[in-house]
């Protein structure tokens, strides 16, 4: 299944106002809803099992912050019915400060941790990875996962299980051994 309207492969945040955006677990569900195809106010608070006053509220804030579009309109009654969609398959925070990425990656975290009791423990995809990468290292890294994001994704059919990644590089504060220094006592 894909999106019946148009969006970008990538759009990077640039502003604290887009990182605070999208770092609510309420929105990050509507952005992931908005991947399948575009949705009114409506049907997002059903999907959400959400007061439609709280999804416009959310949807008003993404909105604001660039991270969706009004992809139509119809005229239902007397109401200007807005269909809204997602200006990109990935957003990437790379462009902003540092306090900023620090506040995104505690919010996606803390969704990830409210998802964790929905893991299958036969589920051999459930995966943590903890790696010490150099700069260099961290720099190729970081590349290969931009690259995997654009060119694997693939909006999900409806009803399949899902699966959500949260990619966080950070520098990290860790003692390093010395160097290597001949035993005395090993030597004799």
Known sequence: MTADYEMADVFELTTP???????????QKILALLLERAATTNQLAKALESPTSTIAHHLKVLHEAGLITIVRTRQVRAITER?????????????SGAEDRRVLAQQ????????????????????VFIMRLTKAQAHEFTQHIKQLTNTTYQPQESGEK????????????????????EDPEQSE
Request: proline share 6%.
């Open 17 to 27: 106002e887009q990182l605070k955006a999208l770092g609510d677990p309420l929105r």
């Open 83 to 95: 269909s809204y969609g997602r200006v990109a398959h990935t957003y990437l925070g790379i462009s």
């Open 108 to 127: 996606l975290l803390h969704h990830m941790v409210e998802e964790l009791p929905h893991m299958e423990d036969d589920d051999e995809l459930n995966s």
């Open 162 to 181: 899902q699966y959500g990644l949260v990619s966080i590089l950070y520098r990290a504060d860790l003692p390093q051994l010395p160097a290597d220094e």
